[in-house]
């Protein structure tokens, strides 16, 4: 399919190159607008269209998630972020947090406001015919009047891998439509997500990177498992808010004398959720498991969480025109989960489906102020009053404050939260044929505190976090979930910086981690991430036209750590003590380059393979890919 998609995009975006040579952009076109949703859906979050072209080689979704993530080598498997505080700790979110910065789902929906149709495409490509990497993303919006918009995205990732049984073939597309009146407004967002991925257990013997090609080294789950593994997830965001009070549109300018002093908004959400994990092997008695528990001629094991979720609140705030704003709001809600797995048994028959019904009751509530336009400050906290999280509750707050009336001003912010919070229903059950537990675990109480500085004028970013965990809950050696009950610190600092001279630019981001206890939790002290590129603009006289350029070389390096390991089976990252990894450095040298609204680039992944050692490896067990040419192109027009 994305050959053929190949043979389509590509001479379009020659024509779209001839276009652009001899026509310029439409005079007058207001650029999209953008937005997305606060966690408790109550207010927008302005964002821009990523239509960048600075370091436009670094196009991946999961690297604009997260900086610095780990994976198993092939672009679309499972991954975790390096940098502690970007995991995803949500328990609702657990058979898909590694999978989740390639998913649309109910927590990232983005909605548009369009005067004219905007449209993006990305394509990109590695590799020869028989390891073929390719990705695609297409982005429609388009407003049917003035407050009505439909949207929708659909995103490819499709990898054959360079080491056999490594394929990958994710598809997620989203649909999204908002509705932004004066006193009423609605968001909706539909979300189809499916990941297959090939699971080929690691390498057998790391020596063989040396002599072998990778399709050539051997694999622990080779052609008699044929294992893999399939994720599904599909929800339904619908968010409906009503304003008695004229609350005016997004971007509107109130004056102090034509907007109410006090506005109260209801609002109504429903979040559905179906997530389902599959996992097969054909010969389950390869030696790669321990343990069989239903059968040992097939492996076919399945998980499932489905979730409906409504909340219905009411919130306040104060005339925003005036320089000291109050806000507030309070709501209550209801969760129903249904879990669903395979439970070994000793009887006839030995496996047996089990489904377990939990439902929850929380209230949920938020207050802030914002004084002046550049001080704000901002609690809010939900706590469950009964069902399987009962007793469960999280407060977080946070104070910001803006330097100057500039566009994008100096920012600095300080924040925190505490919790106490039961660990993912699937910590407690599971059931598959080669794992089963059932554990008793406390829960897990944890101390955030943080602060962030940021200057966007100097390319300037300073962000510090610290955290104090009780009851820390993971996967240990043996890959089945452990509970440390002691005390556990993480403390992060992370910088970035650019730096300019002349036509010379050095773009970096530094991270600092470290863990009071590596048994329980490992990290990299150092992980760094630097792209030094030469940019040039060339202008054509006889068109009129530039071109804008990017020549350079990036590089990734941390240093050495006990990384989770991978267990295909269970699809969960755990804690080993027996190999390290790091101490690498991965280079990319690209070429990067924009006409118009059209950006290109080029890209040597990895040159320095075979010349700086074999230990290319950020999981134990599953080596990067070697040296590889990359090219992408991306196309965005709302003429």
Known sequence: MLRRLTLIVIPALCMVFHSNAQVGDTAGVRKPLQWTLTDDYT????????TAFSLFHRYRKTDKFSPFNAFTGNYGQPLYQVNFFDRITDPSRFLYRHYYPFMFTPFNPVFMDTRVPFTEMVFSYAGPREMADQTFRIRHSQNVNRFLNFGLIYDIVNSLGQYSYQKTDNKNFTFHSS???AKYKFYFAAGLNTILNNENGGITDETQLQSFEPRDVEVKLGSLSRAGSILRNNSILVVQRFSPGHAGNKGDTLSEKSSPPLTGTFSHIFVWESTRRTYSDSYP??????????????????LSERSIKNTLRFDFSTNPARKFRLGGGAGIGHEFYRYSQIVPSELNPPSDTAVRKESNLLVKGLLFNDIGGNF???ASGELFLAGFRAGDFS?????????GRVENPPSWKIYGSFSSVKPSYWYYYWGSNHFKWEND???VFRVDAGTKLTVPSRHFLLRFDYAIIDNYTGFGPDTVPFQHTGGLSVASLMLGKDFSAWKFHLSNQLLLQKSSNRDVLDLPLVSVKSAGYFEHNFRFRITNGNINTQIGVEILYNTGYYAYGFNP??????????????NYPLLTAFLNAKLRRTRI???LEHFNSGFTGYNYFMIPGYPLNVRTFRYGIAWTFYD
């Open 43 to 50: 207010t927008e979050t302005s964002t821009d269209p990523d």
């Open 179 to 181: 509705y932004t009146g």
């Open 285 to 302: 008695l390869s030696g790669f498991y321990d343990t069989v528990f239903i059968s040992n001629t097939a492996t076919f094991d399945s």
């Open 376 to 378: 704000r400050w901002k």
């Open 395 to 403: 407060v977080e707050g946070e104070i910001m404050k803006t330097f």
């Open 441 to 443: 675990f406390l829960k």
């Open 569 to 582: 089976s269970t699809g969960v990252y755990f804690n080993q003590s027996s190999v390290t990894t790091g």
């Open 601 to 603: 680039f080029l890209a």
